[in-house]
């Protein structure tokens, strides 16, 4: 995949839920899900994001996007973080707003 950004996340039970917040923040047909058996890299081309709203609602309430460091062994390109979203982006030392994105 060429410009591919986004998380590798370590095996334990939360992946299969965060893969799904991610898959309802971006385009399905955009994202590429690689189990590799001990992590799981989820990438697209240029830009991924994940936000707190996603996480809760298949993790629970309680679930912080800072929790997700836990689990994200690595990550490819530039990452943006708040207290409401994570946004991995390549290159640019600005992301591109949602708009541009989706």
């Not at 996007?65 to 062994?73: A, P």
Request: net charge negative; charged share 25%.
């Amino acid at each position: 995949m060429k410009d591919a950004v986004g998380p590798v996340l370590r095996m334990c039970d939360q992946v299969e839920f965060v893969i799904r917040a991610i898959q309802e923040d971006n385009p399905a047909d955009s994202l590429e899900i690689v189990d590799c058996g001990a992590y799981v890299r989820v990438q697209r081309s240029g830009f991924l994001k994940l936000t707190r709203e996603s996480l809760e609602r298949h993790l629970g309430a309680g679930f912080t996007i800072s929790q997700l460091e836990s689990i994200m062994s690595a990550f490819a390109g530039r990452i943006q973080t708040s207290s409401s979203e994570v946004v991995w982006y390549f290159k640019s030392a600005i992301p591109p707003s949602r708009e541009n994105a989706l």
